[in-house]
């Protein structure tokens, strides 16, 4: 790109060099110059509605908007003369008075750039009469309350909905003093498409947007400190970078990182932006056993440890070493699947396998299929979904699972016309009205064989004729395919999904629990084949990403606990040790069991009622560790944000007093040890991102 | 020439400002020995009667006829009018009502409430009555010096204060500043 030509102003006297086309905001603001802004955000487009930015530029009878006013050579501009400060406070003044503004009972108070600037131009009463209308409060999100009462339309939101998130749920009805900010044709929030990114949120201004789990803990007057630290959201995989912000040693917010390098632009999803902050019942704190008569109750860490232990080394004795089964949960971090395996496994010659075992043995062993034939294929990563001009998805609910594919699949389709198809028993995305196949769950095989031969005979590449043996090996001999459950008009609308896959130019195909979590192999392995009929994407990527039902399941897929555990109808286990996150309940059944002993952080879910131990462990944001992203290729290491509860020891320092216990040895020395193994084992080099 | 006399009056208010007021703690002694405070709910003098005043101080909205009035009448009476907290400079949390017609919120608070039990909206001819709306006193009378906050810290009263006192009108320091 060429230079941009070198433009000479003032500002406030001060001889400023610009580049043709900056506004007179980013001139000022690059050489240290404070002009105050409202509307204007730098991860957003110039709005110029606020009017807050006015300057004076050559001494002319009329302001100019600052934050939209591009520089012009031999400008003089004053950003503080009395005329522009007079102006301001007017206009602060307006803001206030339109609609209701009162700090002394909104929740955002101390938190609220209009607040700030009130206090900034020392606006100590109003000058204009209040309006005192009354305008509409819209509660019905889980998450976020939109006040219109605060709103002073400076179409943050509105420009976040569509810049960033891409989601364009968000405008604007009405006009002049009416406005309001709207979502869709003036939709309630619970009945509107948004899918609660929250992006609008963290824009706004004021408090007309405002968290709804957090407000007790608001970041009332100016006094209270809050810290902001940089982290990942290891709750899918994607591994978004968030800013986390702490007061009082609570989190009262998780921030995305707005970036219009990266491909979501910083946005966040509702699990990573609020779900991450909903109570999830009580903690446990101490370690606890089960008494004769079935209640729990409180013991001492070295009690718990003994009784664990003494548990399995009793099974040690039998012979039966099998009968030792560790399970770990894709919501822990790496360092807990790899000790566990060290001393399940290889200490005790017992089994340790994921909670998620079922979705991650179908992944496995597709690969294994797929891999007879061609060597050295990978999934893509999620990042593809953005030059995707067609995304497939198959058995795959993502607003439910992943909502930020979904909301970056809805963003490809609004903004690149990307079409969104979709097989399987349920829409994936829902408020899109793309191409779906509607095909009952235990159909989905034969649905996606169909639509693999339907694309098959429309593509007419080298690799097909390949394909074609292919399947005659593993399928026998072609022939009319019979589609008996489909009506002709799902039929058509599998022919027109296969014509438009066979012409696009870089399509993706997005596997779901669907197909994962109900052991469909060869659905996965058929869908493998179809997206390498389209051909190779950069550095040997299939053009398929397969949804992991938690955020850190590869970890356990690269460590090996991929394998199906024991069924319930088995032979009862001696021990079974299961690592939660305390997040969700398993994607398996726990098998019958003589001692189950529970490493979780919040006293919920089913096992709880079986475990004859339960020893604490902390959250993710108190403890963090190495997690690995949904394609396997990127680990990041996460340091603890909030301190845990008094008294609960980190999961692999618990992992390793047991390991201790047990007489084993060659177990990691340190914390650096235990995470260079991890790695080894996860055959990474290093965190490749911090 | 004695001392300046004062008068303060709480309307719509909760007393909070009032509070802040005497939280001056010791500093209280010296405000107390410049002034001559008359009337105000400290000294507990209410029949609003005010003499020639060098300062009137006001808490609370205006909210019903009866305010408006000792509003008016202090303002005739004092050389400089000054509002305390966030109700008589903004209306404060008081005109929460303002959208919503008064005698529907009357029959709700007398009638509806989780916690009416057969009562009936006043009606005595000595009850004041409410006015549509709450406003902040700058929209009933003038005035001349603005302490905002709920309540205003003792600081920003004892800044403001003295002051008006001083026979200057200042606005409060943006460091003493605050709505909350």
């Known amino acids: ?690 | 020439m004695g001392k300046p006399k004062v008068a303060t009056v709480w309307l719509e208010g909760c007393a909070g400002c009032h509070m802040s007021f005497l939280d001056l703690d010791e500093a209280l002694v010296d405000i107390l020995d410049a002034i001559d405070l008359t009337i105000s709910p400290i000294t507990d003098f209410k029949d609003y009667e005010f003499p020639e005043l060098e300062v009137g101080i006001v808490e609370g909205g205006v909210g019903n006829h009866e305010q408006k009035e000792i509003a008016v009448k202090l303002r005739k009476r004092c050389k400089v009018l000054m509002a305390w907290g966030d109700c008589a400079v903004f209306g404060g949390i008081n005109t929460m009502r303002n959208w919503i017609p008064k005698e529907e919120i009357l029959s709700y608070a007398y009638l509806s409430t989780p916690s009416s039990c057969g009562g009936s909206p006043p009606s005595d001819s000595e009850l004041p009555e409410l006015l549509e709306k709450v406003l902040p006193l700058n929209q009933v009378v003038r005035v001349d010096a603005y302490v905002p906050g709920c309540p205003p810290s003792p600081e920003a009263i004892a800044h403001a204060l003295k002051a008006v006192l001083a026979g200057r009108i200042e606005s409060i320091p943006v460091a003493l500043l605050h709505f909350d």
């Open chain 1, 1 to 690: 790109m060429e230079a941009a030509r070198r433009v000479t102003l003032k500002i406030d006297g001060r001889e400023i060099v610009a580049r043709e086309g900056m506004t007179i905001l980013e001139a000022a603001r690059e050489n240290g110059i404070h002009i105050p802004t409202l509307c204007h955000h730098p991860a957003l487009s110039n709005w110029g509605g606020c009017r807050i930015c006015v300057v004076e530029v050559d001494g002319a009878p009329r302001l100019v908007a600052s934050c939209v006013m591009p520089v012009r050579e031999g400008m003089d501009v004053a950003t503080n003369s009395e005329r522009v400060l007079e102006s301001r406070r007017t206009i602060l003044e307006f803001l206030f008075a339109e609609r209701n503004h009162y700090c002394m009972f909104c929740s955002q108070s101390g938190d609220c750039e209009l607040q700030d600037l009130a206090y900034e131009l020392g606006m100590d009463h109003l000058t204009v009469p209040p309006g005192f209308r009354e305008f509409p409060v819209d509660a019905t999100s889980s998450y976020m309350v939109l006040d219109h009462n605060r709103c002073i339309l400076c179409a943050r939101c509105v420009r976040a909905c569509r810049e960033i998130a891409g989601k364009q749920v968000l405008n604007f009805q009405n006009r002049g003093a009416k406005t309001l900010v709207s979502k869709d044709l003036n939709e309630l929030t619970d009945e509107s498409t948004c899918d609660s990114c929250g992006t609008c949120l963290q824009l706004c201004p004021t408090g007309a947007i405002y968290h709804r789990l957090r407000t007790h803990q608001a970041v009332r007057g100016k006094a209270r400190k809050v810290e902001v630290a940089r982290t990942h959201c290891p709750l899918c995989g994607i591994l978004c970078e968030t800013e986390v912000r702490v007061a009082d040693g609570s989190l009262v917010a998780i921030d995305g990182v707005l970036s219009s390098s990266s491909v979501h632009r910083g946005q966040l999803c509702r699990k990573g932006r609020f779900e991450a902050l909903e109570d999830r019942g009580p903690r446990l704190i101490q370690p606890m056993i089960r008494q004769p008569d079935g209640s729990l109750r409180s013991t001492s860490w070295e009690d718990a440890l003994e009784r664990l232990c003494g548990a399995l080394m009793a099974s040690r004795g039998t012979k039966r070493q099998k009968n030792v089964l560790g399970l770990i949960s894709g919501g822990c971090p790496a360092e807990e699947a790899f000790l566990l395996g060290e001393i399940l496994e290889r200490g005790l010659k017992g089994n340790v396998v994921s909670t998620d075992a079922p979705h991650l043995f179908t992944i496995k062993k597709a690969w294994e299929e797929v891999g007879k034939s061609f060597l050295g294929l990978k999934e893509c990563s999620w990042e593809k979904l953005d030059q995707a001009d067609l995304i497939l998805f198959a058995g795959a609910e993502p607003e439910r699972t992943h909502p930020m594919i979904a909301a970056l699949s809805k963003r490809a389709a609004m903004e690149k016309g990307a079409t969104l198809a979709g097989i399987g028993p349920n829409p994936a995305i829902s408020s899109w009205s793309g191409i779906w196949v509607k095909v009952p769950a235990e159909e989905l095989p034969n649905g996606v064989r169909a639509l693999l031969r339907e694309v098959a005979t429309r593509v007419t590449s080298e690799p097909v004729a390949r394909w074609r043996d292919l399947m005659a090996q593993i399928e026998g001999p072609e022939q009319e395919e019979k589609v008996a459950f489909m009506d002709s008009a799902t039929a058509g609308l599998l022919r027109e999904v296969a014509q438009r896959f066979a012409l696009s130019k870089s399509p993706l195909v997005i596997v779901g629990d669907g197909v994962t979590g109900s052991g469909q192999i060869s659905t996965l392995r058929n869908l493998m084949f179809l997206a390498l009929l389209k051909g190779l994407l950069l550095e040997g990527a299939l053009r398929l990403l397969i949804l992991k039902p938690r955020g850190n399941t590869m970890s356990s897929m690269r460590m090996g606990w991929w394998r199906l555990p024991p069924s319930a109808s088995e032979e009862p286990l001696d021990v079974c040790f299961v690592v939660e996150d305390g997040c969700d309940s398993p994607s398996i059944e726990v098998p019958k069991t003589r001692f189950l002993a529970l490493m979780t952080s919040h006293l919920a879910g089913p096992l709880v009622e079986r475990a004859q131990v339960l020893i604490p462990k902390p959250t993710w944001l108190e403890q963090g560790g190495i997690f690995l992203s949904m394609d396997g290729t990127e680990a990041v290491q996460l340091f603890p944000i909030v301190d845990p509860p008094e008294g609960v020891r980190r999961g692999w320092e618990t992992l390793l007093a047991i390991g201790g216990r047990l007489g084993m040895r060659g177990l990691p020395k340190d914390t650096a040890d235990l995470r260079g193994r991890t790695m080894e084992a996860l055959g990474l080099p290093s965190p490749s991102r911090q």
